[in-house]
T-cell receptor
């Protein structure tokens, strides 16, 4: 079955450490996205990528970094510069980067930083 | 700037009741897309429906129906004869026409269907 796999489901880190969240898709989608979900705030876009080796900052990119070396993979690194990293992170993909393409989401990674 | 308002934070209904989830949006664009997504307890958001701003026809899919009214900037979602499996957080979203996918999500409505 095609889909998006995020791992791990739960992640715990100490403050000051960088951590990388994995996102893999086998839908052959061109565009991939990272969203952050906080209680009562909906989803906010961190980074997006429309094609391999290209990515753009979203609304809340500070303290995060990404890479897109393969079409299937779009890992997100939460750096120590992110002031409030504890959140639920969702990876998504779409067939194209156009505004009419529905997003397909992974199951998310819940990151807790103490 | 775009904005999506889901004023209902949480709703509880008894199984088999009908329930409507409200969504009001703001945009200066004349061309745009509206979406509804469902987020069950497992976490992933599931796409339910897409509407473009030119199509104000209401849509029905099984127990689900959507009422799009440009005059009131609303895109409401009704579940008829609710079931426990409908318990989830529902998000309304707005996307600008063209360019990359710039989607604005509402804050979500948590629906609890009580057996």
């Amino acid at each position: 079955d095609g889909g998006i796999t995020q791992s791990p489901k739960y992640l715990f880190r100490k403050e000051g450490q960088n951590v990388t969240l994995s996102c893999e898709q086998n839908l052959n989608h061109d565009a991939m996205y990272w969203y952050r979900q906080d209680p009562g705030q909906g989803l906010r876009l961190i980074y997006y990528s429309q094609i391999v080796n290209d990515f753009q900052k979203g609304d809340i990119a500070e303290g995060y970094s990404v890479s897109r070396e393969k079409k299937e993979s779009f890992p997100l690194t939460v750096t120590s510069a992110q002031k409030n990293p504890t959140a639920f992170y969702l990876c998504a993909s779409s067939i194209g980067g156009g505004s009419n393409s529905p997003l397909h989401f992974g199951n998310g990674t819940r990151l807790t930083v103490t | 700037a775009q904005k999506v308002t889901q004023a209902q934070t949480e709703i509880s209904v008894v199984e088999k009741e009908d329930v409507t989830l409200d969504c009001v949006y703001e945009t200066r664009d004349t061309t745009y897309y509206l979406f509804w997504y469902k987020q069950p307890p497992s976490g992933e958001l599931v796409f339910l429906i897409r509407r473009n701003s030119f199509d104000e026809q209401n849509e029905i899919s099984g127990r689900y129906s959507w009422n799009f009214q440009k005059s009131t900037s609303s895109f409401n979602f009704t579940i008829t004869a609710s079931q426990v499996v409908d318990s989830a957080v529902y998000f309304c979203a707005l996307s600008r026409w063209g360019g990359y996918q710039k989607v604005t999500f509402g804050t979500g409505t948590k629906l609890q269907v009580i057996p």
